[in-house]
């Protein structure tokens, strides 16, 4: 089956700091992924589309230069949270679609101080 | 633009017993719909896919029913286990191979 790995799965940080997610489909080849953000309680909301080997497509409302997407090979794309603010904590998952279905990575939950 | 509605209100049914989730959706019925599964602090985990044409897909004790008609999805899990205790999200191809999903039905399976 289709295996998609995210790290880290939690992270702690300062505001004002950047942080990266990592995001890498393992046995397949991903040419577009997702990233969706997730308040408690609340549905899964579509940030952008990374594409490999050209820019990101992001939803309307999302910050491009706050939520800088890189989608370098067909197994992996990060999303970087530049200069973190306590409003961007929260559930951020990544997911790759392959034969019509998402798999999704396990999620990292971001938690700025 | 498309919308998806599920009861976010939480489900408690016994052990034993069939659950029945529902997915109600709003514009243009899409070509195939989605059921997912999460559980606390993880991802969604696909479980299964139905498309137009098709009344009804089974999976083990899963059972997905998709009706145009009433722009409906139904989400069964018959014999439930306290382990069916889980958020269950209908998703939909928004018709760009972008997927937005429902709010998500929890369900409680009680022992």
């Known amino acids: 089956g289709a295996v998609v790995s995210q790290h880290p799965s939690r992270v702690i940080c300062k505001s004002g700091t950047s942080v990266k997610i990592e995001c890498r489909s393992l046995?397949?080849?991903?040419?577009?992924m997702f990233w969706y953000r997730q308040f408690p309680k609340q549905s899964l909301m579509l940030m952008a589309t990374?594409?490999?080997?050209?820019?990101?497509?992001?939803e309307q409302g999302v910050e491009k230069d706050k939520f800088l997407i890189n989608h370098a090979s067909l197994t992996l794309s990060t999303l970087t949270v530049t200069s973190a603010h306590p409003e961007d904590s929260s559930f951020y998952i990544c997911?790759?679609?392959?034969?019509?279905?998402?798999?999704f990575g396990s999620g990292t939950q971001l938690s700025v101080l | 633009s498309q919308k998806i509605e599920q009861n976010s209100e939480a489900l408690n049914i016994q052990e034993g017993k069939t659950a029945t989730l529902t997915c109600n959706y709003t514009?243009?019925?899409?070509?195939?719909l989605q059921w997912y599964r999460q559980d606390p602090g993880r991802g969604p985990v696909f479980l299964l896919l139905i498309r137009e044409n098709e009344k009804e897909k089974r999976k083990e004790r899963l059972k997905v029913t998709f009706d145009t008609t009433l722009k409906q999805s139904l989400f069964h899990i018959t014999a439930s286990q306290p382990a069916d205790s889980a958020t269950y999200l209908c998703a939909l191809d928004s018709g760009t191979y972008k997927y937005i999903f429902g709010t998500g039905t929890r369900l409680k399976v009680l022992a």
């Open positions: 046995d397949f080849q991903a040419t577009t």
């Open positions: 990374s594409n490999e080997g050209s820019k990101a497509t992001y």
């Open positions: 997911s790759a679609r392959w034969n019509e279905k998402l798999f």
């Open positions: 514009n243009y019925s899409p070509a195939y």
